[in-house]
């Protein structure tokens, strides 16, 4: 099921150009993709409420899984649905804006199964904290 060019460019600018997880705006990374929220092999389909706009890496992590562990409780918890919730009330930015902080238990186990605060993006983050760039100031 291909997606359409015209619901691609909606997807893209209702997320402001930038990862709707991890924030990482498209201008630092150059390409970011449209993902299904719910994979089509969980039932999911192309409804433009079902996409979101992501960077490579964390699509790549998330791949179909729709849950992951929240480190701080062990329990299963839903991923950070782009479209039901608000990614202020989940997450903030660490006062040096390298970390992404998990504020509930959803926040936690995105962060933990999209690897968000991996050794990668903490090193690119210095360098967009460096030049201006990150983090973004308008999260929601």
Known sequence: MSI????RDEVRKRARRRCEYCQTQERIVIYLEVEHIVPISKGGDNALENLAYTCRL????????QSGK???TGREEPLFHPRQMRWHEHFQWSGDGLLLLGLTPTGRATIERLQINRELHILSRQLWVASGWHPPQDTD
Do not use: A, F, G, M
Not at 4 to 7: A, C, D, F, T
Not at 58 to 65: G, I, P, V, W
């Open 58 to 65: 964390c699509n790549s992590y998330k791949h179909d899984h």
């Open 4 to 7: 359409p060019q015209q619901i």
């Open 70 to 72: 929240d480190p701080k």
